[in-house]
């Protein structure tokens, strides 16, 4: 079995007297149920977040149900558009199946929010009260950068 290894270096690890202001959200927390990473359950620190494996361990895995839970499938160019999405829609239904992440996520004005979503399904966004949000956020108030490195 391959290991994954996540290295997530906090800014609190810096030595910096105040922390920065957020110009984008970040994300906090992703958990998966069912499929390839079964039980994977990673915080993540506001910061740098690396993942380090070999082949087959699931780091481009990790990175494509992000997309997949946020709702970011990859824009290439408009010649690769439709096969990196045939791609992308096809690491999803054979590393997930018919299991679901999760991701909790922190806005720049400090307000968390929990999206959940099955392969074949919309996302469904909770705020930190348990009460369902208009998925138009996805699009609106998260300012993730998820490269994709699919190919």
Avoid: W
Wanted: contains cysteine.
């Amino acid at each position: 079995m391959a290991v994954l290894i996540i290295l997530s270096v906090g800014l609190n690890n810096r030595k910096v007297v105040h922390r920065r202001d957020h110009e984008s959200s970040y994300v906090r927390r992703m958990t998966v149920t069912g499929g390839f990473l079964d039980g994977f359950d990673v915080r993540f620190e506001d910061g740098l977040v690396c993942f380090i494996g070999p082949r087959g361990s699931g780091k481009t895995t990790v990175q494509e149900l992000l997309r997949f839970a946020l709702d970011m499938p990859p824009e290439d160019g408009c010649d690769n558009r439709q096969k990196s999405r045939k791609r992308f829609e096809s690491l999803i239904d054979v590393n997930l199946g018919n299991g679901t992440v999760e991701v909790e996520f922190e806005t720049k004005d400090k307000t968390i929010y929990k999206i959940q979503r099955s392969n074949g399904d919309l996302p469904i966004v909770i705020d930190d009260n348990g009460e369902p949000v208009n998925t138009t956020i996805l699009k609106n108030r998260i300012q993730i950068d998820a490269p994709s490195s699919a190919k």
